[in-house]
């Protein structure tokens, strides 16, 4: 899931990623594949704030890339 806001400030990102996680570990290993995500479309996206917000489930970090690249496109 991921918000925008148009901002002329530059682009700016947070990760969110709630305790429906099993456990810490896999909360942080989350957080991180969703970084390194944004890193690959980062000079795609257009001026804003962004908060992406990664829901549990059993997806793999090639599904949370073409989601990615997906919310963006709609943007």
Not at 26 to 44: G, K, M, P
């Given at each position: 899931m991921v918000h925008y806001v148009a901002d002329a400030d530059g682009t700016h990102a947070a990760v969110v990623v709630g305790k429906g996680f099993?456990?810490?570990?896999?909360?942080?290993?989350?957080?991180?594949?969703?970084?390194?995500?944004?890193?690959?479309?980062?000079?795609?996206?257009?001026?804003?704030?962004y908060v992406v917000r990664a829901l549990p489930g059993g997806a793999g970090y090639g599904d949370l890339v073409q989601s990615l690249e997906s919310a963006v496109s709609r943007l």
């Open positions: 099993p456990g810490a570990v896999q909360r942080h290993r989350r957080q991180r594949q969703v970084r390194h995500a944004l890193a690959q479309v980062w000079d795609r996206l257009p001026a804003g704030s």
